[in-house]
């Protein structure tokens, strides 16, 4: 299922009306080339103003990470689903983020982005290996597959996530 355009707007949209008095901040983290800024650019090009930070995910930047955790309303954190080799890196970054006390309760969308490509890890598994299920009980979290690429997915996890942000 392809991205739905005017869903998505007015998804957001209400997020947007909602949070016109509130400072709406969600961070979009992950791995370099997990898909976050493509990501990012198909909700840039509704040209809906939220703040959301794009941080780059190479290892030497990951620890300026916390420089934006203070008022963080989501976090946004992308896997690539066909890069077996580093989802336990993927993990352990985000297990570690996940303990700061900055990001207590926070609500978390985690896409297991790349669903598109032959052989990726499905997001039920990927779900299984990050553990949230057991261990994650202060915060809202969802686990979700997308294909950022061709949109696909994007929509029902930020409904999800909008939803999330508006019970906090
Ligand atoms: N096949 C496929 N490729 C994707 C998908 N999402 C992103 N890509 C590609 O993956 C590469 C990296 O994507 P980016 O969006 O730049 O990744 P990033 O997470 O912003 O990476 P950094 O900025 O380095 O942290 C690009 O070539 C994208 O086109 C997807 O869902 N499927
Ligand atoms: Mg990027």
């Known amino acids: 299922m392809g991205l739905s355009i005017s869903s998505l707007f ?75 080799a580093r989802l336990p890196t993927s993990r352990s970054e985000l297990l570690t983020m996940l303990s700061e006390e900055e990001l207590k309760g926070v609500p978390l969308l985690v896409f297991c982005n790349k669903q598109d490509v032959d052989g990726a890890i499905k997001p039920e598994v990927i779900s299984e290996e990050l553990g949230l299920a057991g261990g994650e009980k202060s915060r809202p979290w969802s686990v979700r597959g997308s294909c950022a690429t061709k949109g696909e997915g994007l929509e029902e996890g930020l409904d999800w996530l909008v939803n999330a942000i508006q019970k906090t």
């Open 10 to 84: 007015s998804s957001l949209g209400s997020l947007v009306r909602w949070s016109k008095d509130q400072d709406v901040r969600i961070l979009m983290l992950g791995l370099d080339s997990a898909g976050k800024t493509t990501i990012l650019y198909r909700l840039q090009y509704k040209n809906i103003k939220f703040q959301v930070w794009d941080l780059g995910g190479q290892s030497s930047i990951r620890p300026y990470w916390r420089c934006y955790f203070p008022n963080t309303s989501a976090i946004i954190y992308v896997i690539d689903s066909s890069d077996q």
